[in-house]
């Protein structure tokens, strides 16, 4: 079975810091993907980046890096810089092979506050 | 493009009421889901469809129905509310199959579902 785990469930940065998300997965698939959300108090879901099980580098996006350790099962985000507005919760994801790959198995979720 | 559109965005419901959360999307995407969000849960998937006319179960489907008479349309129902079915519910919708790449979903807004 698919699993996601989020074992921190807050996080604590200041402004211009970097911060580190854990996430490790447990997947028999060979061929998987690997998402992350955000989640601020307004309740909506913001995709950041994704993360394929064959890509060769790590995924970035602006501000928002993957860290992907295949062999760990790991797939750690790193935001550079943080900033106020980081403030969210952020839920680690995984596709989901037994539902024909169209929903996303999620993490428990890690609340990042970012203070100045 | 309105994106994915949920309404009610709040609801309250006595126990053993019936209602449906309406879910549309205008992005002509194949594939639909539906999630809740529970405190400390993260999202879990309810019911997801591949296509019009073709549904099946995910991880908490107990409760609920669902149907997609349209590629537009993603209805969840509730048969007889419980307190246990207190929740944020959340829609969503993707174009890409999983095996092509990125399967990036577009989430609804949320709707906040209260049974007393």
């Known amino acids: 079975a698919q699993k996601i785990t989020q074992t921190q469930p807050g996080m604590f940065v200041q402004e211009k810091e970097a911060v580190t998300l854990d996430c490790t997965y447990d997947t028999s698939d060979p061929s998987y993907g690997l998402f992350w959300y955000k989640q601020p108090s307004s309740g909506e879901m913001i995709f950041l980046i994704y993360q394929g099980s064959y890509d060769q580098q790590n995924a970035t996006e602006g501000r928002y890096s993957l860290n992907f350790q295949k062999a760990r099962k790991s797939a750690n985000l790193v935001i550079s810089a943080s900033q106020l507005g980081d403030s969210a919760m952020y839920f680690c994801a995984m596709r989901g092979v037994n539902q024909a790959g169209t929903a996303l198995i999620f993490g428990k979720g890690t609340t990042l506050s970012v203070s100045s | 493009n309105a994106g994915v559109t949920q309404t009610p965005k709040f609801q309250v419901l006595k126990t053993g009421q019936s209602m449906t959360l309406q879910c549309a999307q205008d992005m002509n995407h194949e594939y639909m889901s539906w999630y809740r969000q529970d405190p400390g849960m993260g999202l879990r998937l309810i019911h997801y469809s591949v296509g019009a006319g073709i549904t099946d179960q995910g991880e908490v489907p107990n409760g609920y129905n669902v149907s997609r008479s349209t590629t537009e349309d993603f209805p969840l129902r509730l048969l007889s509310a419980a307190p246990s079915q207190t929740s944020v519910y959340f829609c969503?919708?993707?174009?890409?199959?999983?095996?092509?790449?990125?399967?990036?979903?577009?989430f609804g807004a949320g709707s906040r579902l209260t049974v007393l």
């Open positions: 969503a919708s993707s174009k890409d199959w999983v095996l092509r790449g990125a399967n990036v979903l577009t």
